[in-house]
């Protein structure tokens, strides 16, 4: 079966331009997950979803990140305003059942890699 | 605050050797483990998770790892390890009761396999 799919794999934008990236997670997974991989920081938890609500959003490292699922299923996370701190690969999980039990296993795509110019 | 702490950022190892890599972690409350991999240009793979019950996990690939709890320890072990095992391997932590389920992540480790 179909795993977790991002788009696009890579993205290289100029600094202060918006960018969009999505998620498909694995059909009838619940929660979803958004994380930042990058040299100096390692990998980051961004933002959890349980269906289309995401109840915590401190995760985001500043006010130009901004996430939304619909249907239950795709997830975008848009970068307002790139800035170079922004390079990273983009990372994003989903699993089975409510998230908030941490023990479920979180399946991972392949990445978008984001490089701000 | 909760951390995971991964000793060391490169072993190289020869292949058929076996392999240890650290993982400890820092927590207030019960945690499940887990250990991920990841291989060039990939997302990440899950090898094994802790739960509850015995304390010895094994895992994909022929991978087990052990929690010690008096040690805040989840080191990952390998008796011989392959070429193919060449990669970066990664610990991780959630937290029982907590809101979200998110992973805690350390450094990572980068395993080498030499032939």
């Known amino acids: 079966g179909a795993g977790v799919s991002q788009s696009p794999s890579n993205k290289v934008t100029e600094k202060g331009k918006d960018v969009e990236l999505r998620c498909d997670p694995i059909s009838g997974h619940t929660a979803l997950y958004w994380y930042r991989q990058s040299l100096g920081q390692g990998l980051e938890f961004l933002i959890y979803f349980q269906g289309n609500s995401a109840p915590d959003k401190s995760g985001l490292p500043s006010d130009r990140f901004s996430a939304e699922r619909t249907g239950g299923s795709v997830s975008t996370l848009t970068i307002q305003r790139t800035q170079q701190e922004d390079s990273a690969v983009y990372l994003c999980a989903s699993s089975f059942g409510r998230g908030s039990f941490g023990g479920n296993e979180q399946f991972f795509g392949p990445g978008t890699r984001l490089t701000v110019l | 605050a909760q951390s995971v702490t991964q000793l060391d950022s490169q072993v190289p190892v020869f292949e058929e050797a076996p392999v240890e890599l650290r993982c400890n972690y820092s927590?207030?409350?019960?945690?499940?483990l887990f250990w991920y991999v990841q291989y060039p240009n990939q997302g990440l793979q899950l090898l094994l998770k802790y739960l509850s019950g015995s304390t010895l996990v094994k895992g994909i690939n022929g991978f087990e790892a052990e929690f010690n709890k008096s040690q805040t320890s989840f080191h990952l072990r390998k008796p011989s390890v392959h070429i193919s095992d060449t990669a970066e391997y990664f610990c991780a932590v959630s937290f029982y009761g907590g809101s979200q389920g998110n992973l805690i992540f350390g450094k990572g480790t980068k395993l080498s396999v030499k032939p």
């Open positions: 927590s207030s409350v019960s945690v499940y």
